[in-house]
């Protein structure tokens, strides 16, 4: 492993852990708090946030649920450096999807850079609706592809490809395929 690989790291690690305590401190959390909520002690957290530890995939699943976002997002912050990240992005088709974690599919990042908007595309075909999901960002959600079922505050909607639901922050949801087959979304939320 050459110097800058460990040195970029070690940045992305800091990137992560700051990402971490803004969300924590964002819902009025305090570490103490927070590990109690995700079963971790409060030193291995001070450590994450410090940027001298990474979280395990379940560990990082559990802190997205608790600051109440998504793991990519999470990880996301950690690709993000404000400093180098052009202004002007492209990203192919092909760009890493990593699993979702709160229903079966993947979720990539479309956009990798500070802003007011996090788009992503969410990739699945889970049959049974997984748990519901809440966080304090707004959030739009499109149909690319496929016929999803969306829950919103307990309503269900079904949508084809075209329609779209834009929703505020604190709705509680959750999304699965209306039909068993294969389904695309662009979601939008509201940058924290």
Same mark, same amino acid.
């Given at each position: ?88 992005? +492209? ?49 739009? %959600? ?5 016929? %999803? ?6 309503? +269900? ?30 979601? %939008?939320?509201?940058?924290?």
């Amino acid at each position: 492993m050459s110097d800058s690989t460990i040195t970029d790291d070690a940045a992305a690690a800091r990137r992560l852990g700051a990402h971490v305590r803004r969300l924590r401190h964002a819902r009025g959390l305090t570490l103490v708090q927070l590990a109690e909520r995700i079963d971790l002690s409060h030193p291995f957290l001070s450590q994450l946030e410090r940027g001298l530890a990474q979280p395990s995939l379940g560990s990082l699943r559990r802190l997205a649920v608790a600051l109440e976002t998504s793991p990519i997002e999470i990880i996301a912050a950690a690709d993000e450096d404000a400093d180098t990240t052009p202004a002007v992005q +492209v990203v192919g088709p092909d760009s890493g999807a990593v699993p979702e974690g709160f229903a079966s599919g993947t979720a990539r990042m479309l956009a990798h850079r500070p802003g007011t908007f996090r788009p992503m595309e969410i990739s699945g075909d889970a049959i049974e609706p997984g748990e519901h999901f809440v966080h304090a960002e707004d959030e739009f %959600v499109y149909v690319l592809a496929g016929r %999803v079922r969306i829950e919103l505050d307990g309503r +269900v909607h079904d949508l084809e490809p075209g329609a779209s639901v834009s929703s505020p922050g604190g709705t509680l949801h959750r999304w699965w395929s209306a039909d068993g087959a294969p389904f695309r979304l662009l979601v %939008v939320k509201q940058a924290w």
